[in-house]
């Protein structure tokens, strides 16, 4: 879920942009085969993440952990949390909580 809340701020921030101009243009913006830039809709995580910290929305820092969170957020199908070995308890989904409000307060 704090993947999920990350993304849609950072969807929300571009849709309160008067000139998104800067978004679309980055160079960091997904684009396809052709060049063209994706629509909003078309982007994952990384892509406003790595946006975000193209247009100094986010730290280095939070650009870096977020990509670890978005990594974890995929730990909530059972499946991959198994074939991969991976246990989180209460303690690693506070400390997870804490980043997302450190990112939610810069993307504010």
Same mark, same amino acid.
Request: no cysteine; glycine share 6%; net charge neutral.
């Given at each position: 879920? $704090? &993947? /999920?809340?990350?993304? &849609? =701020?950072?969807?929300?921030?571009?849709? %309160?942009?008067?000139?998104?101009?800067?978004?679309?243009?980055?160079?960091?913006?997904? +684009?396809?085969?052709? /060049?063209? #830039?994706?629509?909003?809709?078309?982007?994952?995580?990384?892509?406003?993440?790595?946006?975000?910290?193209?247009?100094?929305?986010? #730290? #280095?820092?939070?650009?870096?952990? /977020?990509?670890? *969170? +978005?990594?974890? +957020?995929?730990?909530?199908?059972? %499946?991959?949390? =198994?074939?991969? /070995?991976?246990?989180?308890?209460? &303690?690693?989904? %506070? $400390?997870?909580?804490?980043?997302?409000?450190? *990112?939610?307060? %810069?993307?504010?």
């Amino acid at each position: 879920m $704090m &993947g /999920g809340i990350l993304e &849609g =701020l950072l969807l929300a921030k571009i849709n %309160q942009l008067s000139n998104q101009a800067p978004v679309f243009t980055a160079a960091s913006a997904p +684009r396809d085969k052709a /060049g063209k #830039t994706l629509l909003l809709k078309d982007w994952t995580l990384k892509n406003y993440i790595d946006v975000a910290h193209e247009l100094k929305w986010i #730290t #280095t820092a939070a650009k870096d952990i /977020g990509e670890v *969170m +978005r990594d974890y +957020r995929n730990y909530i199908h059972p %499946q991959k949390e =198994l074939s991969h /070995g991976i246990t989180l308890v209460e &303690g690693d989904a %506070q $400390m997870l909580w804490e980043i997302a409000k450190s *990112m939610i307060r %810069q993307i504010l």
